[in-house]
């Protein structure tokens, strides 16, 4: 079974943009360039099955 992309990534981003524990932690720029990088990635790969997208990441690192 190949299910699409629900909109859990951006609620993902929304909660790892309000939490004050990562934030302290990793700091204001750091943070933000972690959810600048997982917002290209849910922009590139949205419309994708969950499939899709492992198959165009593994081994992609």
């Given amino acids: 079974m ?13 909660y790892l943009k309000g939490s004050v524990v990562l934030r302290e932690a990793m700091g204001d720029h750091l943070l933000g360039s972690v ?16 499939a899709e ?5 593994r081994w992609c690192y």
């Fill in 2 to 14: 190949h299910r699409k992309a629900t909109g859990r990534p951006a609620r993902g981003r929304r």
């Fill in 53 to 57: 997208t492992v198959q165009a990441t």
């Fill in 35 to 50: 959810l600048a990088v997982r917002g290209a990635e849910d922009s590139l790969f949205a419309g994708r099955t969950r």
